[in-house]
């Protein structure tokens, strides 16, 4: 099995190769995929990254969520430390930790309910992820347990296996553009 480094060099290889056509026909899928799904009709906060450096796109979900009336949090990192914070408008991103655009406004999540969206740069066929290694989703939904754990990427992405720890907090459910991976979809808590 590769190790989570040499995963991480490989795949973002393959970020970096896909054609924008090709990143945006898969992406509008994904995105069709995760705006039915019940968790993100139903919930009222969803908390969304940023998408950077190729990752699947999430700039037509957070378009769909301001549409639908729903709060909006992004995360800002600050050390070792990952929060969200309210936007209600793209135009409330700022460049931030590592270059990816953060959230400039102060209003912060509780994180008692609501909907996540992780990123990650590999996944299994059990939801395992492998992260880009600084542990920030990890500790931060060790934290608030009642989120619901989604993740969005490329089906290239999806291995059989990845290397993983017990400590890791894995989604629930991961949608690619070809298919839903995960625990049976309830939209009901």
């Excluded at 549409?67 to 991103?93: C, D």
Aim: hydrophobic letters at 35%; proline letters at 4%.
């Amino acid at each position: 099995m590769e190790s989570k480094k040499e995963i991480r060099r490989r795949i973002r290889q393959e970020r970096d190769m896909i054609e924008a056509e090709r990143w945006l026909r898969n992406t509008d899928r994904i995105t069709a995929a995760v705006i039915r799904h019940p968790w993100f009709v139903c919930e009222k906060d969803v908390y969304l990254y940023v998408d950077c450096k190729g990752e699947a796109g999430t700039g037509k979900i957070m378009a769909e969520a301001f549409q639908r009336g729903k709060n909006v949090w992004v995360p800002r990192v600050t050390g070792n430390s990952m929060h969200f914070y309210r936007i209600r408008g793209l135009a409330e991103l700022r460049p931030g930790t590592y270059g990816i655009l953060e959230p400039a406004g102060m209003e912060k999540a509780d994180g008692k309910q609501g909907l996540i969206l992780m990123p990650g740069v590999a996944f299994d066929q059990q939801c395992h992820r492998v992260g880009y290694g600084g542990g920030y989703y990890d500790r931060f939904l060790e934290q608030h347990g009642n989120l619901r754990r989604m993740a969005i990427a490329f089906e290239f992405q999806v291995m059989d296996k990845v290397p993983f720890e017990e400590h890791d907090v894995c989604p629930e459910v991961l949608i690619t553009e070809r298919r839903i991976i995960g625990r049976s979809i309830e939209s009901d808590r």
